[in-house]
């Protein structure tokens, strides 16, 4: 049986990520140029599906200084200028690109939009302080009005975006994000002339790394599922569900008739040919037959040695009955009421049983629906797991029935 990775985030995930970016900022002087950049971040995930995020960055943005650039802004550059001479009442010279080196502090929300898939599409929100230093990008001079002290080296920032992470494994997944950032300030690029407040966009790939052990999950299990690794199974479900070893322990605790039981990384199924383990409701006196998997409400009078010659029956909880259902000798808890008045049940998606009758399993209950000798239908219904044991009145049933 093989196990599908999922990208499931859980409550409780702490995960770190390391990421390469470039940056390209958005102004007056702004072009094709991109700066490189990198990203490291810790998040811890709230809810399953909303993570907060602590992330520090450090990168730079680049812009090219032209022959347009320079008639259009005559004021910054000074008139006629051209490359190599000095910036009007500074000691800069213009340069054929300029640059600034950038640093970011975030704290950002995000939200996974879709879960139980291969990957983890989100979408984010943040605030975040951003520091900038203009400069030329050959004698990393500062520019007129950074060095002139003009505006502020750090402002406030809002940032909105998203990504998706897809898992390599239980810890490691590949994050990819792309990000824009409104920045409290018109001098990014060292000039304001248009009025509006300037921006950064941001597009990184890196590594995430999950701190904490992943929690298996169950699931809904499909019909693909049961009939797959049934085939697979055969005869010895122990040794089937074992070799999964996620689902080791689950599978064998919740094996029963035709069942599957999901992990968060595997399906397991067990295909009715194993004996449910037994449990024990009352102090023990003599040998049980099948391991004991829930403790009991009383003493163990005795040492339990050996299998005992007829099955322990298995009481039903108050408010139902046993019928005799699956392999010989076998019982089934089914509710003293019927359902009353129309039940909501997609029959549809049930799956079929060995006997015929069909099998729903609905907010923490099963429905069973048969149709009769007399051609009526026969709905019951009981607590899940729908589970058949070893049922002393039916083997004798059966016994009675064959003579």
Known sequence: MQGELIAQSQQGDVVGSLSGAVNKYHGELSDDSFGPGALLSLRYAAMDRLWIEARFGLGEYRWKITDAKLARYPDYFGQGAHIGDLYPASLATIEPENESRVTIGDLI??????????????????VGLVNIAPSTSQSHTQLPNSAAGVYPHTVPSIIIGGGVQIPISQRIGVLLRGEHRFVFSKYLDDISYNGSNDALSTFSVGLTYRFNDPESQPCDCCAECISEDCDECGDNNVDCCNSVSCCKQSCLADCSEMSCYCCAQCCCCCCGKQTVAAVVPSPVSAPV??????????????????????????????????????????????DDDPPKGPEPILWELARPLDDGSLLREVDGRWYRKQIMPDGTTRISKGLLPFEATECKECKEKQRREKQ
């Open 109 to 126: 929300v995000s939200y996974v939009l879709v879960d139980q898939i291969p990957a983890s599409p989100f979408l984010s929100a943040g």
């Open 289 to 334: 037959a099948a391991p004991v998997t829930a403790p009991a409400p009383g003493p163990v009078t005795a040492p339990v040695s050996g299998p005992v010659p007829e099955p322990m029956d298995v009481p039903c909880p108050s408010g139902q009955h046993r019928e005799c259902f699956g392999p010989p000798g076998y019982g089934i808890c089914v």
